[in-house]
């Protein structure tokens, strides 16, 4: 799988109910040890309302400044959420290419997409 | 003793380097149609490059991240990408206007045709691309440039009406016979001449060239907001030089020897030959400029090894990639165009294009994972979005205008 | 205009306060903030090539991880939609990365890297045989 495979696809719950669009993929560097650094495994993806403009990431950093660019860009990802993998269903292999869509459980949790500070 | 004479240099170069054949051609176009009053875009333009250029320069110097590099990793392949494809367009359009510059001079200076002196001036550029060490081709095209100071002295010389003068300076009005579209559009095409993104490439690589650290930020800004305000000083003195020549006989310039002709007038032949050798060394210095630009952007795009600092051999698709731009801008003269028009379309260009790279810049200097204890101040940030607005409006303005006045008609 | 979903339709509150996920014990990446287009530096410091892409990969116990950094053709893709075939993709073993900052950094020379057969062949074919094109610059 590539990462582009699952950026800006569509996500929906287990209803069918469009939820909004990987924005990012979170990854944890507590796989197993794969040289030097342990190997990134996939935790979770960050789900927006909206595609694009994201990058900046203004919606997962305390970065305040300048005030107005950071207000906006927050304002645009307002209701952005991290949900871990674990409770994303399995992709449909069959699916790719194109970018699958994302189906969720049915019992999935909605988290804050803040990045924890070091 | 050292310090100050780095500091001295730097701001010398900064100077010399500031003037291009944009900004020539531009102030001389401008003085003669609409004498001085649109100076105040020079004042904008050169505090809007100061802001980017000690920006872009800090991050680089901070962080070892130079300005497309910060592009692409803020704005991603595809939006990132979109700039490259306009910046590099616009940066080789720079570029061979400034080797149509440096033969344009030469033919001044020896009457023999600017079309057998195009593969020589392109040939020059590229040998000291290939041969000459980063800060020998910086401070040596950027001192001889400074010989562009004989614009300030002949226009003392003149002898002009220095209250009429400042009056249009400070009351600006649209000149009987021109319309205001068409004052807009100059206006803009002198913004973008004072704001090129080829000078911010060139500026933030420069530092990795020179391997800034933290520690020489503030030698930097020393060298920008002394060097490129007196570079500016240099633009008006031009425009001044054409305003009062030309202005009054509702010529229009169209050509180099006109840009040179109230120089002539005033200091006869030795101030001549001094400014046609300053034009020389200022379209050299900024042909190397925009070339190592091209070479900037496209590495830095796509992650190649880059900069002087290696052999060729080391940084193999970063010296084909200038190869290949001098080339291009060679042939395109080579083809008869008039280097002037050229010039007259790229500064429109550079205004054009100038947000997408402006705004990466704004959001990385305020980033504390690259820049430290580095980032923007509030007085910094609260210019940043006034000049972001500026940008952005420029940008936007540009085509609509270009379109409406025939690019000025 | 990019995707995205109409105020109306937006299934939560915008200013809902969500809670904050349980801490995972090793580094947190955001793969396109982090990683993605940053520039891959050799151990040298020579620059190598921008990540334009990640491939994942899910072993027999499900757990999916980042195994290759990517680059060349799948950044035209990623660009302009479509895949190109496996064995155009130029990868980079995540084993060599030794640093992960505003530049990845790997723990090995990049001088025999798949990925930098242009610069080389480049070497050999053009540059190198120009004069002065294997000497520092004076």
Known sequence: MLLSDLLDAPVHDADGRALGFVVDVRLVLDGPLDGVLAAPRLHGLLVSPR????????????????????????????????????????????????????????DYRRWSPALPQH | MKKIFAVALGVLTAIGGFVDIGDLVTNAVVGARFGMSLVWVVVVGVVGICLFAQMSGRVAAVSGRATFEIIRERLGPRVGGANLVASFLVTVLTLTAEIGGIALALELASSVERRLWIPFAGLAVWLVLWRVKFSVLENVAGLLGLTLVVFAVALFQLGPDWGELVDQAVHPRVVEGEGVPTYWYYAIALFGAAMTPYEVFFFSSGAREEKWTAKDIKQSRVNVVVGFPLGGLLSIAIAGCAAVVFLPRAIDVTSLSQITLPVAMAGGKLLLALVILGIVAATFGAALETALSTGYTLAQYFGWSWGKFHRPAQATRFHTAMLVAVLVGTLVLLTNVDPIAVTEYSVVFSAIALPLTYLPILVVANDREYMGEHVNGRTTNALGLVYLVIIVAASLAAIPLMIATGAGG | MSPRLRRHERPFPPDEQLPDPPQPAGLVLDARLHLLDRQLDDVEGTPVMTIDDLELETDADGLTTVVHLLSGPVLATRIFGGRPPRDRWHRVAWRHVADVGTVV?????GDGLDVLWVERWLRDHVIGRIPGGRHAPE
């Open chain 1, 51 to 106: 595609t694009g403009s994201s990058f900046l990431g203004y919606e997962r950093t305390d970065e305040n400044s300048p005030a107005l660019l950071a207000r906006w860009l927050r304002h645009r990802h307002r209701g952005t959420f991290l949900v871990l993998w674990d409770d994303v269903l399995p992709p449909d292999e069959t699916h790719t290419p194109p970018a699958p869509t994302i189906t969720l459980r049915h």
């Open chain 3, 105 to 109: 950094r790997l723990g090995i020379r």
